[in-house]
Each structure stands twice: as C-alpha cells, then as structure tokens.
C-alpha cells in the first residue's frame, strides 16, 4: 500500500502541472480563435477535455496519496468541482453570454487551485527518487 501512496503523491503534482499547463494552451487557442482562426476551436474543446480528466486525476490522487489531509484533498475536489462547472459554462448551462462568460472568469480560478496544488506538493516530485 506504501507503494501506491507513494506514486499516487508523485502523479498528484504532475496532475496539476498538467491543469497549469493546458490552461495556458487554452487561453492561447481561444485567443487565436477570437482574432479570426476558426479552426482551433475544435482544438480548444479537445484539449479542455484533457484538462477535466487532468483534475479527476489530481482528486484522485489526493484521495489515495494524502488521506487525512482534509486541506489538500478539500483544495483538490474544489479543483475538480470548479473545472467541471467551468466547463459547463461553456454551453450546458445557461443562455446569456453573461453565463456563458463565467466559463472564462472559472479558468481563473482552475489556474489558482492547479497552481497552489503543484507549489505545494512538488516537493513529492523530486524527493521520489530519493526514497
């Protein structure tokens, strides 16, 4: 068991550099979309999958690598549960641009939590191959 702690600790900040990461890509692709590239978007919504299933991995992850860490895995599903809604706001849930322009506000607040995540528990990184 001390083996899959160890390596759910290890995938838990490559999780959220991963988030980190792709946001930036995102914010790149919707940008280049807006000043006239109607041909990423497809790219956009392909890559904002990518980042959904980089936060199930960074829930995941904090279950089985920081169970009783309350502050890390309340930090982690709040990553999850804001990317999800970020998501959504997309598309799925409202009919006004007003609601729809939350899904950008939201990416925001996926960066923080990504960011904070991966400051905090980088250390696993590069103390695993020390173990």
Do not use: C
């Given at each position: 068991?001390?083996t899959?702690?160890?390596?759910a600790r290890?995938?838990?900040?490559?999780?959220?550099?991963g988030?980190?990461?792709?946001?930036?890509?995102?914010?790149?692709?919707?940008?280049?979309y807006?000043?006239g590239?109607?041909?990423?978007?497809?790219s956009h919504?392909?890559?904002?999958?990518i980042?959904v299933?980089?936060e199930?991995?960074v829930?995941v992850t904090?279950?089985?690598?920081?169970?009783?860490?309350?502050?890390?895995?309340?930090i982690?599903t709040a990553?999850?549960?804001?990317g999800?809604?970020?998501?959504?706001f997309a598309?799925?849930i409202g009919s006004s641009?007003?609601?729809?322009?939350?899904h950008?506000l939201?990416?925001?607040?996926?960066?923080?939590?990504?960011?904070?995540?991966?400051v905090?528990t980088?250390a696993?990184v590069r103390t695993?191959?020390a173990?």
């Amino acid at each position: 068991m001390q083996t899959v702690k160890r390596a759910a600790r290890f995938l838990h900040p490559l999780g959220a550099a991963g988030v980190v990461a792709l946001v930036f890509l995102q914010v790149y692709l919707i940008a280049a979309y807006i000043f006239g590239d109607s041909g990423v978007l497809n790219s956009h919504v392909t890559v904002g999958r990518i980042v959904v299933a980089l936060e199930l991995l960074v829930f995941v992850t904090a279950l089985v690598g920081w169970w009783g860490d309350r502050y890390e895995i309340t930090i982690s599903t709040a990553l999850l549960v804001v990317g999800t809604f970020q998501a959504l706001f997309a598309k799925d849930i409202g009919s006004s641009s007003e609601v729809h322009a939350l899904h950008g506000l939201l990416a925001l607040a996926v960066f923080a939590l990504a960011w904070s995540t991966l400051v905090r528990t980088r250390a696993e990184v590069r103390t695993a191959g020390a173990v």
